[in-house]
């Protein structure tokens, strides 16, 4: 990740990257309810809980 402060989170590029889906994919998900909305860590950070997105992509 980017930014070693937020290590435990993951932004939309990040789950790109680790769990090969599509950012239309995420953005679509979310949309529907698959995905919870992302949190808002910082002024120039969102992302979601690496636990909770594992959890969902991992079952």
Known sequence: MTNTNHKNFLRTSD???EFGVSRSSIYRWRNNGTIPEPRRISERFV?????????????
């Open 15 to 17: 789950i790109v990257a």
């Open 47 to 59: 992302g979601w809980p690496r636990e909770q997105i594992e959890e969902i992509f991992l079952k």
